[in-house]
């Protein structure tokens, strides 16, 4: 190497550690960088208790971006946290007094700015009264921090009510004892903190009108001198998350009782697991993390201090979301649709076939699917375990399924067989089903098939209507219930012995069901007449009938969670039917039919957990008579899905009647289930 090319490569080193050197002291981003300006506004800043304040961040600014605010309300409420200034942050102020709010906003260059912005309350609103604003609840005590076992002495004396009167208190020690109740709130409470740790105590009053106010104190009880543990402690926003959505999680209250007056927080090490599986995450104070299924996890954070000594606190986040399936006739695929955030999912499913019923596990652990694979002539249902969608197991059965339904404990699933290969297309509106279908009394036509979830086997067989269309349990499990022809019937079956136990008979083809969350009620659609029954199931009668205008074809039905409303689709007209149900009055009214603007006919349908929304499958044409558009065989009817349209999912939202999204879901899906928490 020549003299020159090592002087080069020394000054390249010596500026690499330079830099190095100097990008870990914080000081020198001031050198380099402009500082961050925090701008709090409030509005309003004056009124009477309680008062609704909104801050606004939107013009602070910070070069390099936000890493991280922290707005302090000044009322001994929780801090807000995030790092986006964007969105307005809504506060009630519930009593008078004057109140100071603190931002704090910190760069990615570790720099921060204050501002600040008063709030003044000035009594309580005159139309409430200041009784109705609440008891005050003021916990204090003699000592917050020191060696276990610790004695502390609490003073609830500053506790008041206002424009009544304090009857009575509960003190919460926050360690796992007793709770200490009592009237007299002038005396002193003593208790002793034996387990090592931060414990919050909580204090609950109560006035003479039976309001409550609370209060709460954070006791550190740590080990004796020198050796003490930090205290580990988080929080997370949102506080109720969906899935698909950044979850930040922030370890800033932990303590390290150990370091001192000087560096009261000398931790080194944050380590995160959330409790799905993901694997741990070792970072800073904050981290967000994303989950992916809906679901109650655990969540544990251990922290290190500079001695070496860990600390450990666990916390439950419950998941919101729907997840639902969605299988499709002509490729045999399954669809994941992923809620509220309207992405799909393709599912890594492959026949030369059919994909008919489709079912969720209650606890959301497996989905279930009717296949018919014409390559490989074999007929199966089929276990997709969830959420990494391995595939399980499989029962191989000798006659095809069509509708699908899992047992309310997840133990049985009931599926139909009612049809041979050759009539696994849904038949042309106008067609005498009775006089056109072949003989149903061949082996396995006209049979519901119990098969265990354990063994994926068929255990039993029950028989049903020479060709069943839908089936549904009960919610509590003690009965399924299948509706179909040859008879025109619905039959129900005892689920204890998985065996017929009774019928309905009808004048008419009957082809959806659904059934209220008490288990006492049906309802079921009739599209060759374009009827909906509202039937009896303890009394084993028909109560009320609901005609729709004479060309409607009601089809597919799914209730609200409250029995308070049934979404109905219409295949003929392209419409979704709004049912009002009086459950007490045991009627049934029609309240709008919402229109559907799209090439494809609606077909199953499932409401999400929370009712929030409808999911919809659109993936078949149905016509009469000649055909539509002059397609008179199947040949030609395929051909034109291929060409125009292969059919999708429409979201519905619930609260406005209208199509919020069209998603796409394989080749012509119909059959749909969902599953979820809280949405």
């Not at 969720?360 to 199966?380: C, K, L, N, R």
């Not at 061949?442 to 098939?449: C, D, H, S």
Request: glycine share 10%.
């Amino acid at each position: 190497m020549s003299l020159n090319a090592s002087k080069s490569v020394s000054g390249a080193l010596l500026i690499l550690s330079l830099a190095l050197v100097l990008s870990s002291c914080t000081w020198i981003y001031t050198l380099f960088f402009d500082p961050p300006s925090a701008v709090l506004v409030a509005d309003p800043t004056e009124g009477s208790a309680p008062l609704d304040v909104e801050f606004d961040l939107s013009d602070s600014t910070a070069p390099g971006g936000v890493q991280q605010f922290r707005l302090d309300f000044g009322d001994g409420s929780d801090f807000a946290t995030g790092n986006s200034v964007e969105l307005p942050i809504a506060h009630t102020y519930a009593h008078p007094g004057t109140y100071t709010a603190v931002l704090e906003l910190t760069s990615e260059y570790r720099q921060t700015d204050h501002d600040t912005a008063t709030i003044v309350i000035e009594g309580y609103a005159a139309e409430s009264g200041p009784g109705d604003a609440g008891p005050i609840a003021v916990l204090a005590a003699d000592t917050t921090l020191g060696d276990a076992p610790l004695a502390v002495f609490f003073d609830i004396s500053l506790s008041s009510a206002p424009g009544s009167t304090l009857v009575s208190f509960r003190l919460d020690f926050g360690d796992g004892t007793t709770p200490y109740t009592g009237s007299n709130f002038s005396q002193t409470i003593a208790h002793l903190y034996v387990p090592v740790g931060l414990h919050t105590a909580t204090l609950y009053v109560t006035d003479a009108n039976g309001d409550t106010g609370t209060a709460t104190l954070d006791i550190v009880a740590t080990t004796e001198g020198g050796g003490d543990v930090p205290i580990a402690k988080f929080d997370w926003t949102p506080n109720e998350p969906f899935i698909d959505e950044d979850v930040t999680f922030d370890a800033g209250q932990s303590i390290d009782p150990a370091s001192g007056p000087v560096d009261p927080k000398a931790i080194v090490v944050y380590t995160w697991d959330f409790g799905d599986g993901t694997g741990d995450a070792t970072t800073g104070e904050t981290i967000d993390h994303t989950y992916t299924w809906p679901g109650t996890y655990t969540v544990t954070l251990t922290i290190y201090d500079d001695d070496g000594l860990a600390g450990t606190a666990t916390e439950e986040i419950t998941v919101r979301g729907a997840i639902a399936y969605v299988s499709s006739y002509f490729d045999g695929s399954i669809t994941q649709i992923r809620l509220p955030w309207e992405e799909t999912l393709p599912i890594g499913i492959d026949t030369y076939g059919v994909a008919t019923g489709v079912a969720i596990a209650p606890d959301g652990s497996a989905v279930y699917t009717g296949e018919i694979d014409f390559f490989w002539e074999e007929v199966y249902v089929g276990e997709i375990l969830t959420p990494n969608h391995t595939l399980g197991s499989a029962a191989f059965l000798e006659v095809p399924v069509f509708d699908l339904a899992c047992s309310p404990n997840g133990d049985w699933l009931y599926t139909l067989a009612g049809f041979p290969f050759e009539w696994f297309i849904p038949m042309r509106r106008g067609v005498d089903t009775q006089a056109t279908l072949p003989n149903a009394n061949g082996v396995g036509f006209g049979e519901l098939l119990v098969i265990s979830t354990a063994t994926m086997g068929v255990v039993q067989t029950a028989p049903t209507q020479g060709y069943p269309a839908s089936i549904a349990f009960s919610p509590a499990g003690g009965a399924a219930y299948v509706v179909g022809s040859d008879p025109n019937s619905l039959i129900w079956i005892d689920t204890s012995t998985h065996s017929f136990a009774g019928e309905i008979l009808f004048g008419a083809t009957p082809y959806g069901i659904a059934v209220t969350s008490t288990g006492e009620y049906a309802l079921v659609t009739f599209p060759d007449v374009a009827e909906v029954l509202l039937i009896d199931l303890v009394g084993g009668e028909v109560v009320d009938v609901l005609s729709l205008e004479p060309e409607a074809g009601p089809m597919a039905i799914a209730l609200t969670h409250d029995d308070a409303l049934a979404y109905v689709t219409d295949p003929w007209d392209c419409y979704i039917h709004v049912i009002d149900i009086d459950i007490v009055s045991e009627e049934l009214s029609f309240l709008e039919s919402i229109d559907f603007y799209g090439p494809m006919s609606p077909g199953d349908i499932a409401i999400s957990p929370g009712d929030s929304v409808a999911v919809v499958t659109h993936g078949l044409l149905y016509f009469e008579g000649e055909g539509l558009n002059g397609i008179e065989d199947w040949e030609e009817y395929l051909l034109f899905l291929l060409l125009f349209d292969t059919g999708g999912v429409s979201i519905l939202d619930l609260e406005t009647h209208e199509f919020e999204v069209w998603l796409p879901a394989g080749f012509s899906p119909f059959y749909i289930d969902i599953w979820g928490i809280g949405y």
